[in-house]
């Protein structure tokens, strides 16, 4: 009777484990981060925390400032991986074909993914230093003006896409490389007896068969988009001005600079919903492609 009741529950028996750790790491952190939103808690162990209820979100919905990073995280995260995809997708196509140090190539398209994001952030806060940084010194070089890239309000977002783009474009030329190798021959040899030119292939044939491949990357370079705080905040701290606080920036300073726990886990719990929202919607988005396909 025992072994029965084993042998009629031993997948769920299995997948205990993993989902335990599941709830252990995710559940249960979130679930604690929805219980702060509704208190105002400065992490005072003199001062308990004070229930405010909705409070926190009402201030969040009627704060200019979050508005603000909301606009910023998108204005940052929309070119960032449209240009991504683009180069992303160029560079599998280029590199899927065999020639002399492929191999290395491909490894040399990832050193960039495999530097922490704060050596990056570093590394080009160098590269964007106004007076002797290697960006300046390139547009004197061209007789054009030097431009202030970090400092200047303007410049700051789109100087930060540029290292993002420099950084994780190999992420999704990895991804549709892979995707490259699983595509069917024949539809190639069909076009090469019709006459179609390389560039005809590539439209009518490769990109269509690739688009399952290539939502998939993108909905997982939007996710690390949308969350974006290390290179940010050691490049900017989410300056000059706030003119590059995102959403995780804009958390961090509410938690650990202003120690309004709070308000911090209220914003969290927005933008936990933002994300849900796009990613539900990718999804949804790449199913009908599936569908179609």
Not at 5 to 26: C, E, Q, S, T, Y
Not at 184 to 203: L, N, W
């Amino acid at each position: 009777m025992g072994y029965g009741w084993l042998d009629r529950n031993m997948k769920w028996i299995f997948i205990m484990p993993a989902a335990l750790f599941i709830v252990l790491i995710i559940a249960f952190p979130l679930a604690y981060t929805v219980h702060i939103s509704f208190y105002e808690w400065s992490m005072s162990a003199i001062t308990p925390p004070r229930w405010v209820g909705l409070d926190n979100y009402a201030a969040l919905l009627a704060d200019e400032r979050f508005w603000g990073s909301v606009w910023r995280t998108f204005y940052f995260t929309v070119p960032a991986i449209v240009l991504e995809t683009v180069l992303g997708v160029l560079i599998a196509v280029l590199f899927s074909r065999d020639f002399i140090g492929a191999k290395w190539v491909k490894t040399f398209l990832m050193l960039p993914m495999v530097a922490t994001p704060v050596a990056i952030g570093l590394i080009w806060l160098l590269i964007y230093e106004p007076s002797i940084g290697l960006a300046n010194q390139l547009l004197r070089t061209l007789g054009m003006k030097p431009l202030a890239w970090l400092g200047a309000v303007d410049q700051v977002i789109p100087s930060l896409i540029v290292i993002d783009v420099w950084e994780w474009t190999p992420m999704i030329a990895l991804i549709v490389i892979a995707g490259l190798t699983t595509l069917p021959s024949e539809p190639y040899e069909s076009a090469d007896v019709d006459g179609a030119t390389s560039f005809q292939k590539f439209i009518h044939i490769t990109l269509p068969m690739l688009r399952p491949t290539i939502i998939v990357a993108v909905v997982l370079r939007m996710i690390d988009l949308l969350k974006t705080f290390d290179t940010i905040y050691s490049t900017t701290q989410g300056g000059p001005n706030f003119a590059s606080e995102t959403l995780n920036v804009m958390v961090y300073t509410q938690a650990f600079q202003y120690f309004k726990l709070g308000a911090a886990s209220s914003l969290l719990i927005l933008f936990f919903a933002i994300i849900m929202f796009i990613v539900l919607l990718l999804i949804s988005i790449r199913k009908r492609v599936g569908e179609a396909g």
